[in-house]
């Protein structure tokens, strides 16, 4: 794709962020929970304030890359079905979220949930709400798979020498 | 070929959809199957129908299941047919399948590799008996057992002969400049076709048929003496950089399972003798796929690697021409559409020919 | 590699599925009666100078796979970029689809297609002043049965005389939206004009 002009880096008072491991982190963990166990972390915190969409939830695609030979020249796999939405909150605050799948309540929310916690005055206590349990969750999620993967593991004894 | 425009038939086919639906039913007693119940239950048709649709969406392949009572191909046909209505965002960074969370990785090459042999759920051991006991109502199975998983990595076995300069290294372009590859799906099939437009047609192509010519090459069919390097199964994270941010974001994980066959080499001109790779790569839990993609992938690297190539699996024409099951459908199904006018010319045609032969039989 | 963008302040499409599919029937409306003015809800927030039919057709058309040339400013560039996702395009030549809210570049300079493949021509869009039937060019051609009129305030001097020359390379060429405001009407490159 030729690159676009035009368009200078940053300059929205984000780039702080832009980047920043923290945000990638809470967007990946968004992108992993379903919309049920997003709103039930929301549950019993204030309301979210009101937002407005910047752009709509939208389902589209993202091409998949393998590499040939697994670590050679990138092809074509397949695609994925992917739903983007951005946001803007009234205090300016801008949220992004493209999450696998085609719930569009889930990508909403998470991008919500993006402009709040770029907040340093609300991003703790939504982190210790909302994504630490989440990704809580999803780290037992995995590790359970790997205990059961673990299981599976043969275990080689050697039978006597035969001559 | 000619083709006659011919309207009539609404009705009827109002009547056989109406038909179609019913038959898609089943008896009205037995409970209607939901499409979670199919994305859950027949996990391994909704991957099959997911990686020969190119689209990575299980309730989407568990719908497309239902709706075509249980045809694989024509579901994959529905699902590229939904694909189509749905715009391109960007594409991901290539998968780091080394990274995969392993839910299974076994080899035949080596016993005692690090991270070990990890079977998962797998039919490998199972005695092909039937089991009675499904067609009653079960109970849910009890869990199955866990083990204190170790942290240690799980290298590839590729990577282990690479140590020693055995296995042929891949073609890798530098970062940044890393080339964009072809893709099938905005430019038309085009020859000789480079070895990453062949993996995405493979990876797309119908089971059966990467099956069939895998097995060829291990017949004789090809010069294959291919070993299981390495097979692996399991969750791998996506990510993608939207130009909105302008950094890399995961958007969630998909199922992969991945193969890479060793196969040897007898060396040329320019490269000693080593061992080269067949490389399969699909989408959720389809190791024999996997398996047959490898098989053919290496196969048809025949030309390149200056060994003759004179078998079916390894004439890409061949292959990568035919191994698509939606547009293979396509043209054999065509076939019973109205054919009249042809048909009309065909029977002129031997009319008159039978017509000329018995009268010379006659005189 | 990509470099963030700046922040898009303004919103698209309020649905930007429907909105699209309507502005695409309008489009194909147009496309198949040259000539003919078709309206389309306008997205509520296109920066200037974009009008809200060309906006509208900019989201609809445009896509990752299709470089787009404007010459609107940076605003608008970034809008386009963030909504419809597209590349932006440094010469006119390279361009699927061209927005010109002034003077357009020379059509001859845009991607016409080849014989094997016209349709990887480029599309022009082109914000005039206003648009209305029943007087100005005399249009003719595929589309029309004897004859369709539209006045056309403010297109560029001497475009007559460039349609025709674009005409004349069919079945290469450049197809063109005219549009002021939330209207649009459409010349496909089959189309003869006189200027009336």
Not at chain 2, 243 to 261: D, H, K, N, R, Y
Not at chain 2, 315 to 326: A, G, I, K, M, R
């Amino acid at each position: 794709m030729s690159e676009a002009t035009g368009t200078g880096p940053g300059g929205d008072g984000q780039q702080g962020l832009a980047g920043d491991p923290a945000r990638r982190r809470w967007m990946g963990v968004l992108a992993r929970a379903s919309a049920a166990e997003i709103a039930a972390r929301l549950d019993g915190l204030p309301p979210l304030p009101a937002h407005r969409r910047l752009r709509a939830p939208e389902t589209g695609l993202v091409m998949l890359r393998g590499r040939q030979g697994g670590d050679g020249q990138p092809f074509n796999l397949g695609e994925m079905t992917v739903t983007r939405c951005s946001v803007t909150l009234p205090d300016g605050a801008t949220g992004h979220a493209y999450v696998a799948g085609r719930d569009r309540r889930q990508a909403e929310l998470a991008a919500v949930l993006d402009a709040l916690l770029q907040d340093p005055a609300r991003r703790p206590a939504l982190l210790a709400a909302v994504i630490e349990p989440l990704a809580e969750a999803q780290a037992a999620r995995a590790a359970r798979q790997a205990a059961r993967a673990a299981a599976t593991r043969v275990q080689f004894f050697t039978m006597a020498t035969m001559r | 070929m000619a083709y006659v425009a011919v309207k009539g038939g609404e009705r009827a086919i109002e009547a056989a959809h109406a038909w179609l639906a019913e038959a898609r039913r089943g008896e009205p007693a037995v409970p209607e199957l939901g499409v979670d119940q199919v994305e859950e239950q027949l996990g391994l048709a909704v991957d099959r129908v997911m990686a020969e649709g190119a689209c990575y969406d299980r309730g989407l392949a568990a719908l497309a299941i239902k709706q075509a009572r249980g045809d694989l191909i024509e579901a994959a046909f529905l699902l590229r047919a939904y694909r189509t209505t749905l715009p391109r965002f960007v594409a991901g960074a290539p998968l780091d399948t080394g990274a995969m969370r392993i839910r299974r990785r076994i080899s035949a090459t080596y016993k005692d590799l690090p991270g070990g042999q990890v079977l998962g759920p797998t039919f490998d051991y199972t005695h092909r008996l039937l089991d009675f006991a499904l067609a009653a109502e079960g109970e849910a199975p009890p869990p199955p057992p866990e083990a204190p998983a170790e942290a240690e990595r799980m290298p590839r076995v590729t990577g282990i002969l690479a140590q020693e300069g055995l296995m042929q290294p891949e073609a890798r372009g530098e970062a940044p400049a890393e080339a964009e590859p072809p893709d099938l799906t905005r430019e038309p099939l085009a020859f000789p076709a480079a070895r990453p437009l062949r993996l995405q047609s493979l990876a797309r192509g119908d089971e059966g048929f990467l099956l069939a010519l895998g097995y060829s090459t291990q017949r004789g069919y090809g010069n294959a003496h291919p070993f299981v390097g390495e097979i692996r199964m399991g969750e791998v994270a996506v990510e993608i950089t939207p130009p909105e941010l302008g950094f890399p974001i995961e958007i969630g994980e998909v199922t992969l399972t991945e193969c890479q066959m060793v196969n040897q080499f007898a060396g040329s001109k320019t490269e000693p003798p080593q061992f080269t790779r067949g490389y399969g790569l699909t989408f959720g839990h389809a190791e024999r796929k996997a398996m047959a993609m490898a098989l053919v992938d290496r196969a048809l690297r025949a030309r390149e690697l200056g060994e003759e190539a004179t078998a079916p699996a390894e004439s890409e024409e061949f292959v990568l021409y035919h191994c698509d099951n939606v547009e293979a459908t396509g043209f054999v199904e065509h076939l019973k559409l109205p054919h009249y006018v042809d048909f009309q010319s065909e029977l002129e045609k031997i009319r008159q020919l039978r017509a000329t032969a018995l009268r010379e039989a006659a005189e | 590699m990509t470099r963030p963008m700046r922040m898009p302040l303004a919103a698209g499409f309020a649905d930007p599925v429907l909105d699209a599919q309507c502005c695409f029937r309008a489009a194909l409306e147009a496309m198949a009666r040259p000539g003919r003015v078709q309206r389309v809800a306008a997205p509520p927030e296109a920066p200037p100078p974009l009008g809200g039919a060309a906006a509208a057709l900019l989201l609809t058309l445009a896509d990752a796979g299709t470089p787009v040339w404007l010459d609107a400013g940076p605003a608008a560039e970034a809008w386009l970029r963030f909504h419809a996702g597209c590349p932006i395009a440094a010469m006119p030549g390279e361009a699927a689809f061209l927005l010109a809210t002034g003077a357009p570049p020379p059509l001859a300079r845009l991607a016409a297609g080849s014989e094997e493949e016209p349709h990887r021509s480029a599309t022009l869009i082109l914000q005039v002043a206003s648009l209305a039937e029943g007087d100005g060019w005399r249009l003719s051609g595929p589309g029309i049965e004897r004859e369709h009129r539209l006045r056309v305030e403010g297109s560029p001097p001497g475009f007559a005389a460039e349609w025709a020359a674009n005409h004349a390379r069919i079945p290469q060429g450049v197809d063109l939206f005219l549009c002021a405001g939330d209207r649009l009407a459409a010349l496909p490159r089959s189309t003869t004009l006189i200027p009336g």
